[in-house]
């Protein structure tokens, strides 16, 4: 599949964004909590034209709308891991947005398990590392309402405006009640250190991650680790793009140099 179509059903749970002629990096990114593939669309800027960038889309959204949600992060596993093994021909990066984190790591270990080949590098932004990981309590996926649309407002992952729109806040709490249960459930999988190098993005200002959690992700690899605090809040998707660029034109070069 070096460049080549991708299949039904494997274009339903993974979006590639725009597939490159020659692709020579293949970058797989997992959204944050109510968000699909269309998140990481702003990246498209900042990529060198080899990359391929193929968002996770989770079903009850975009094209998967009439899907049923998903509650249980293995499961999510269950149907990625297959669909996504024939793009693994190339050297390829593990992309978790913020939430996303937490099944972004869980796949590279599930695929380390089945012997498939490991990403060139793990990246993770906003997110505290395994080991001081908490799950509030009570968890954001049992909140009423109004507090949880107004935590995920206070994130930054969706306008404020947005609370008004009685319908699409209904639609938008299912979203969000799947997605947080299935990050609040899914635990990290116990094991050594990572054979990888680990990159962190988070910012400065966030109020939600701290610093000295975020490098705590230091204890997960046994390779290489770096953290890069942006000058951003929580929610640094967009603000990230130049940093992802500028990691997957290190990649490609490390990959001309081998």
Same mark, same amino acid.
């Given at each position: 599949?070096?460049?080549?179509?991708?299949?039904?059903? %494997?274009?339903?749970?993974? %979006?590639?964004?725009?597939?490159?002629? =020659?692709?020579? +990096?293949?970058?797989?990114?997992? @959204?944050?909590?109510?968000?699909?593939?269309?998140?990481?669309?702003?990246?498209?800027?900042?990529?060198? @034209?080899?990359?391929?960038?193929?968002?996770?889309?989770?079903?009850?959204?975009? *094209?998967?709308?009439?899907?049923?949600?998903?509650?249980?992060?293995?499961?999510?596993?269950?149907?990625?891991?297959?669909? +996504?093994?024939?793009?693994?021909?190339?050297?390829?990066?593990?992309?978790?947005?913020?939430?996303?984190?937490? @099944?972004?790591?869980?796949?590279?270990?599930?695929?380390?398990?089945?012997?498939?080949?490991?990403?060139?590098?793990?990246?993770?932004?906003?997110?505290?590392?395994?080991?001081?990981?908490?799950?509030?309590?009570?968890?954001?996926?049992?909140?009423? =309402? %109004?507090?949880?649309?107004?935590?995920?407002?206070?994130?930054?992952?969706?306008?404020?405006?947005?609370?008004?729109?009685?319908?699409?806040?209904?639609?938008?709490?299912?979203? #969000?009640?799947?997605?947080?249960?299935?990050?609040?459930?899914?635990?990290?999988?116990?094991? @050594?250190? #990572?054979? #990888?190098?680990?990159?962190?993005?988070?910012?400065?200002?966030?109020?939600?991650?701290?610093?000295?959690?975020?490098?705590?992700?230091?204890?997960?690899?046994?390779?290489?680790?770096?953290?890069?605090? +942006?000058?951003?809040?929580?929610?640094? #998707? *967009?603000?990230?793009?130049?940093?992802?660029?500028?990691?997957?034109? =290190?990649?490609?070069?490390?990959?001309?140099?081998?």
């Amino acid at each position: 599949m070096n460049g080549g179509t991708t299949s039904a059903a %494997a274009a339903r749970v993974i %979006a590639r964004l725009r597939p490159p002629e =020659r692709p020579a +990096l293949r970058i797989i990114c997992f @959204p944050h909590v109510g968000a699909g593939a269309a998140a990481f669309k702003p990246w498209l800027d900042h990529l060198p @034209p080899e990359a391929d960038l193929c968002a996770v889309r989770p079903p009850g959204r975009e *094209n998967r709308v009439r899907e049923a949600l998903l509650t249980d992060g293995h499961a999510l596993l269950d149907e990625l891991v297959p669909q +996504l093994t024939p793009l693994l021909d190339l050297p390829y990066a593990v992309v978790g947005h913020c939430s996303g984190s937490v @099944p972004a790591t869980e796949l590279v270990r599930r695929l380390a398990a089945v012997g498939a080949p490991a990403p060139a590098e793990l990246v993770v932004s906003s997110a505290e590392g395994p080991r001081v990981r908490t799950v509030e309590d009570p968890p954001l996926h049992r909140l009423p =309402r %109004a507090e949880l649309l107004a935590r995920v407002v206070k994130y930054g992952g969706m306008a404020e405006q947005v609370l008004g729109d009685q319908d699409l806040m209904a639609m938008f709490e299912r979203i #969000l009640r799947a997605d947080y249960q299935l990050v609040e459930t899914l635990e990290y999988t116990q094991g @050594p250190p #990572l054979d #990888l190098p680990v990159t962190v993005v988070g910012g400065r200002r966030d109020e939600f991650v701290d610093a000295l959690s975020m490098a705590a992700w230091s204890s997960e690899t046994s390779g290489e680790f770096t953290l890069h605090l +942006l000058d951003a809040g929580h929610y640094i #998707l *967009n603000d990230a793009g130049p940093l992802i660029g500028r990691i997957a034109r =290190r990649l490609l070069e490390r990959e001309d140099t081998a």
